[in-house]
């Protein structure tokens, strides 16, 4: 954020101009702060499109050219759809919005102008943004202002990430065992993307027992909601293994705990989050030597097989984990991404370590590849594919493939749990929180102490719960509590209630919800209130 609001270097003192939407203020510079009711950033997202077809600001060359779904089309039945533009056009003016969002009508159309007048313009959203049981819709919604905008595949705009051209792997040789595996129920998922489904899945798979369960970077009964679903879920296991270089909540209660090696301790290649499209591996090199017996986490997989002999030992015959990284590398050398690529793996392996990874140089400014991996080559803005998933729902909305935004859904009864909780990650929120790394949760996350738990509330609603700034309060939530120091600021939305996620008691007030096309946890959809302790 910094170097973005820098002045830049051409001399013409111009700077990435940054408008935060969101209920909490942010602790970043930023040049405007609007305050959004949790959950509705979908319906601004299709007020600011109204506004951009409305008053003429799209980029009609690059929809023509680039954009599926924007006019009307015909689906694969023959039936005419209205289209994009119909529906935002309709539905969607500020003035319709206004009492959703809780932004002016004449806020939204400046917001508008000003995409399309003081570009390139990005509009990004986060998970935070997403986090509500209309996430993918409102995500879908966002990512086509920039198709609007003509900000796709374009220098200054959001670039489709493409990925090296690693080799893949022989295929595993796979026994009767493996074969009948294959066909029971999969949920394995990567930490960031866990879903609230997943210890229901584990509880209800087909009536199957789940024998040995792997946990690797996730801590769901200190970082999920619905705690006691996630621990009847472990118990109902008969073998839990934790691999883990912490002793987390959830290591504590595994039966087994393999403790995997530091970052700092690791080699790895990894795929960086590039933000130019092109495809970038960073390259992961040991700087300490392990200070306790402990391996990366693929080392223990290749042990594990070669102990379990036969087709899984055939399987898996490299004798370390870099060793079956590096054989993938080869790809990069046989594909049409390798430029001037070195001779061989060894000396690709020498550049990287040099280097501190490889990349591809990203395309030249101002070019627009106009090349997109969907069926029809462009942006869809109504996605035939989303629709076909769908099934039967899609065919009563107004224009299929794009979800019409709807309100979130709250859990909480209003008049007595009156607030709306946004829990958000602070700045030394980690992959699994903070509580089993004392030196990030002394780093103060507003003001003060920063040990104690806090709730930012609004002054309007401080005042109303009787409640003065540094006060002691207890946040009450219809499945739980949480006691916590009152830090009343003008930097929360008034009927918010904005807490840090990683401390203690926090995730416990969060009703366990989702978005039913996604599985992406809600974590905005729950209420609270607050009264003063004495």
């Known amino acids: 954020m910094r170097a973005a609001r820098a002045p830049a270097?051409?001399?013409?003192?111009?700077?990435?101009?940054?408008?935060?939407v969101s209920p909490r203020r942010p602790n970043c510079p930023i040049d405007e702060w609007i305050a959004i009711a949790p959950g509705a950033y979908g319906a601004l997202a299709l007020s600011l499109a109204h506004v951009l077809a409305r008053d003429g600001l799209v980029d009609w060359d690059f929809v023509h050219d680039h954009v599926f779904g924007f006019a009307a089309w015909r689906n694969q039945a023959g039936y005419e759809q209205p289209g994009f533009e119909a529906l935002v056009r309709a539905e969607y003016a500020?003035?319709?919005?206004?009492?959703?969002?809780?932004?002016?009508?004449?806020?939204?159309?400046?917001?508008?102008?000003?995409?399309?007048?003081?570009?390139?313009?990005?509009?990004?959203?986060?998970?935070?943004?997403?986090?509500?049981?209309?996430?993918?819709?409102?995500?879908?919604?966002?990512?086509?202002?920039?198709?609007?905008?003509?900000?796709?595949?374009?220098?200054?705009?959001?670039?489709?990430?493409?990925?090296?051209?690693?080799?893949?792997?022989?295929?595993?040789?796979?026994?009767?065992?493996?074969?009948?595996?294959?066909?029971?129920?999969?949920?394995?998922?990567?930490?960031?993307?866990?879903?609230?489904?997943?210890?229901?899945?584990?509880?209800?798979?087909?009536n199957c027992r789940v024998h040995v369960l792997f946990l690797h970077g996730v801590d769901p009964l200190a970082t999920l909601p619905d705690r006691k679903a996630w621990a009847w879920a472990l118990g109902t296991a008969s073998t839990v293994v934790s691999l883990s270089a912490w002793l987390d909540e959830t290591a504590q209660q595994a039966d087994i705990v393999l403790p995997v090696s530091l970052p700092l301790e690791s080699w790895d290649v990894v795929r960086s989050a590039g933000g130019t499209g092109e495809p970038v591996l960073s390259l992961r090199q040991p700087v300490i030597v392990p200070l306790h017996d402990t391996r990366p986490v693929g080392d223990f997989i290749l042990a594990l097989a070669a102990r379990m002999g036969g087709s899984v030992a055939?399987?898996?015959?490299?004798?370390?984990?870099?060793?079956?990284?590096?054989a993938r590398l080869q790809g990069l050398l046989d594909s049409s991404d390798q430029g001037d690529a070195p001779e061989d793996v060894n000396s690709l392996l020498a550049d990287m370590k040099e280097k501190g990874g490889w990349w591809r140089e990203p395309a030249s400014a101002g070019a627009t590849t106009g090349a997109f991996p969907t069926p029809s080559h462009k942006f869809e803005i109504c996605s035939p594919a989303i629709a076909e998933s769908m099934g039967e729902e899609a065919e009563a909305w107004p224009c299929q493939g794009l979800p019409p935004w709807e309100p979130p859904r709250f859990s909480g009864d209003p008049v007595q749990f009156p607030l709306q909780l946004v829990p958000y990650r602070p700045v030394p929120f980690v992959e699994n929180g903070m509580s089993f790394m004392p030196w990030l949760d002394e780093l103060p996350l507003v003001s003060g102490d920063p040990w104690p738990v806090r709730a930012e509330l609004n002054p309007a609603d401080a005042a109303r719960s009787g409640v003065a700034d540094g006060d002691r309060v207890l946040v009450e939530s219809p499945i739980g509590s949480c006691k916590a120091i009152a830090q009343v600021s003008d930097g929360v939305r008034a009927g918010v209630v904005a807490m840090a996620l990683g401390k203690p008691g926090v995730v416990g007030l969060v009703v366990p919800d989702e978005d039913r096309w996604s599985g992406a946890i809600a974590w905005q959809g729950t209420r609270l209130r607050v009264r003063k302790l004495s």
């Open 94 to 206: 500020p003035d319709k919005t206004k009492d959703v969002t809780g932004i002016p009508p004449l806020t939204v159309t400046r917001l508008a102008h000003a995409l399309a007048e003081q570009g390139p313009a990005v509009v990004a959203s986060d998970a935070s943004a997403a986090g509500a049981s209309n996430g993918m819709a409102t995500a879908m919604a966002m990512l086509a202002l920039n198709g609007l905008l003509g900000n796709l595949e374009r220098a200054g705009g959001v670039w489709l990430q493409r990925e090296a051209a690693l080799s893949d792997w022989e295929a595993p040789t796979v026994d009767p065992v493996a074969a009948r595996a294959s066909a029971a129920p999969f949920f394995g998922m990567p930490g960031c993307l866990l879903g609230q489904n997943q210890a229901q899945s584990i509880l209800h798979t087909h």
């Open 9 to 20: 270097a051409d001399g013409r003192g111009r700077r990435l101009r940054v408008t935060c």
């Open 314 to 326: 055939q399987s898996f015959p490299w004798k370390s984990y870099q060793e079956a990284v590096t």
